[in-house]
């Protein structure tokens, strides 16, 4: 415990930092958010968008009244795993696998032609080929997080649509780690093809394992221990653990933790109660806000000091957008134009998994701060074009409200 | 964002440590805690001694696998503000009210009592006056949070001796603050008599507006607000921006920050609906164990290297357990003598508020070592005697599920 943590005590000893301040932080993040989502939404803008613009707003370009620190950043991932694990309550592992197929086609287009694109920007830009392959693999990672969080506020999870985005996010997911793991050993010199195999059987057989046989085996499995357990909310605790376990073992097998959570929650889809999908509710009601803002938080005009970085940036974005579109859209081609539209959108957001890549990059000294700001920046716009560009590609889909849904189910 | 928070590109990058591990983090708290619990109950023993003793078990002096974090830190205060904020839902400031003379009188015996016994026995083992003060106001402060978690989990939160105790320990936490306010100042050798002056009327102010005008305000105010805001679950918002700004405000007024989370929900208890209790108790039902456990953490077995400290820290449990027990009971002797019993049972645990008094001390350099360790685990143990004596106290009276009992109020 950091001394006198709530500060309560401020008059009588050394004042608390305001990083340490929980109360005040959690007013600024949450307080701030809803009110710019609540503006949006006056003027007829997704929320979401606001939520994100908060965090612009509190980061350094502006008020720089907040700072990424290890608390916040732990409520962002907790926020994105919740938000991932509450889509995957609303998901059948087996409508998912249904459209396995263009799902697998548009994650692969998906990933090669933002790459390629990224690649060939940064070379003519003058770029190493080291440094283009890199902002290359920013370009490739999809975050999923918030076309799950528009497609289930609209209650339009169930759409094919819908299916086939979370189903290519998650391949996309793999895909993203072994084009990294790839471009990673080339900076560092030295390709290790046996450990790339090994990276890969990894994350694709924890992926496919959990994915065909969670739902039966939490089927079999939860009933028995909900009898033998007796305290409290049994099957909240249950549904807590795997949450955590797998988005563990989702990350020891190199995949994001959030596809474990969502892996997680696809598990439980048909063995939990309403009660769970309610109290899961409301710790995503929370903690997303914390998500958004954390994105936004990044957002740091310093970083285009000179014009041709701001010309790379919009090229960069423009790229960021057309290449999910088009590669995403013409896997989902099969599945008729309007849908192809709908995936390739909902493709678009890179957010933190972008960012974290660049991050790698700058850490191994192949990408140059300016290539990093404007790596961060198209993460962060991407994300905040995806959802109106949803809510136009969805237009006229008719939405099931979660409980509703899951009564169906 | 720190470097990889999710550690998701281990194998690329240095590796993470483990206290950013989210999901790891998570995984061991939330599990242990609640495996613990279970086993409790199976012996029919409270649940919550179980999860305290889970942070025993990975502290310092046994497994030594987790320390207190600030992320830790931040989601034990969390936890606990949201445990007040939703036993304040259930409770009505109208009946609170009502118990306000007794409540009063159990709350200052229950405060001097404890204070000269610990000051008497300090100056007795041969401590110099200020540090025998400073012991004395360390085994002042009550934690509700415990107390406030059982009555609420054994569905007797309607029960007059509850409501009492809920009113006390309020007032305890005023004078708590006063208390300490004084023996701080006298540490730094200038009592600054205006200065204690201001304090007490800004606490006393604070808590009693508030308490007496919260209910009737957002009664007024939050249909109204509610009829012109849209975006998604919009009484929960409401009542988050609530809950953070009132435990600022009470920080800043000097009181607790539980204390303005329960004083939040309880200005909210009649305007809500159902579905904000459900939402908060999500948020509870996985955050509560990080404060049960982070109370656990602080548990250090090497505080007792002689056999002269295991005695004190004897006499001091002894102490503070009896004096909790015949003070706050003797002014609550007007409700009978059952209900003095339950009262001070409930008014035993000391919990993190009898912590930080203590590492204030340590702080001021007037507490040495080995009488903070004592006072610590004064803190801890009197919080694990008092559930299962909570639980012989009411023996016999009849549960109301706090669903059942919003619906009647």
Same mark, same amino acid.
């Given at each position: 415990m950091?001394?006198?943590?709530l500060? !309560?005590?401020?008059?009588l ?12 932080t ?10 710019l ?6 003027i ?14 509190? %980061?350094?370009?502006?008020?720089n009244?907040?700072?990424p ?17 509450r ?7 087996s409508?998912?696998m ?6 697998a086609l ?44 528009v ?15 979370l ?11 072994l ?10 010199g ?7 195999l ?9 992926t ?8 039966r085996t939490?089927g !079999? ?29 989702a ?31 409301g ?20 970083a ?13 974005l ?6 999910k ?5 013409? %896997? ?21 998994? %972008? ?15 300016p ?34 849904e899951? !009564?169906?189910?």
């Amino acid at each position: 415990m950091s001394f006198d943590p709530l500060g !309560r005590f401020a008059l009588l000893v050394a004042a608390v930092p305001d990083s340490l301040n929980i109360p005040l932080t959690m007013l600024l993040v949450f307080g701030l958010a809803k009110l710019l989502a609540e503006l949006f939404e006056k003027i007829h803008q997704p929320g979401i968008v606001g939520e994100i613009l908060a965090g612009i707003l509190l %980061g350094p370009s502006i008020l720089n009244w907040l700072q990424p620190t290890d608390f916040l950043t732990a409520l962002a991932d907790l926020g994105v795993m919740f938000l991932l694990f509450r889509v995957g309550l609303e998901v059948k592992s087996s409508e998912l696998m249904k459209v396995g197929a263009p799902a697998a086609l548009a994650a692969t287009l998906g990933v090669i032609v933002p790459f390629v694109l990224g690649y060939v920007i940064l070379t003519l830009w003058g770029a190493p080929t080291v440094e283009a392959l890199f902002a290359g693999a920013a370009m490739v990672a999809t975050s999923v997080g918030i076309t799950a969080q528009v497609l289930s506020s609209r209650g339009v999870l169930w759409h094919t649509a819908s299916q086939l985005i979370l189903a290519a996010a998650v391949i996309d997911d793999i895909l993203g780690l072994l084009i990294l793991a790839l471009v990673s050993s080339m900076a560092k010199g030295q390709v290790n093809v046996l450990e790339l195999l090994l990276t890969s059987i990894l994350a694709i057989g924890f992926t496919v394992l959990v994915a065909k046989w969670g739902t039966r085996t939490m089927g !079999r499995f939860v009933p028995g221990i909900e009898k033998r357990l007796r305290s409290g909310e049994v099957q909240f605790n249950i549904a807590m653990v795997l949450l955590f376990a797998l988005s563990l073992l989702a990350m020891r097998a190199g995949v994001a933790a959030i596809i474990g959570a969502f892996l997680a929650g696809m598990a439980l889809s048909e063995t939990v109660n309403h009660r769970v999908h309610d109290l899961a509710h409301g710790v995503t009601e929370l903690l997303v806000p914390f998500f958004l803002v954390g994105i936004g938080l990044h957002f740091d005009l310093a970083a285009f000091s000179d014009s041709s970085t701001i010309g790379l940036a919009l090229i960069i974005l423009g790229a960021a957008i057309a290449s999910k579109l088009v590669g995403c859209g013409l %896997g989902a081609l099969s599945l008729g134009w309007s849908n192809a539209l709908r995936v390739g959108v909902g493709m678009v957001p890179r957010g933190e998994v %972008g960012m974290v890549v660049a991050q790698i990059g700058l850490g191994l000294g192949v990408i140059p701060k300016p290539v990093y700001g404007v790596v961060v920046f198209m993460a962060i716009v991407t994300t905040m074009v995806a959802p109106p560009l949803l809510n136009i590609a969805y237009r006229g889909v008719q939405p099931v409200a979660p409980a509703e849904e899951f !009564r169906l189910g």
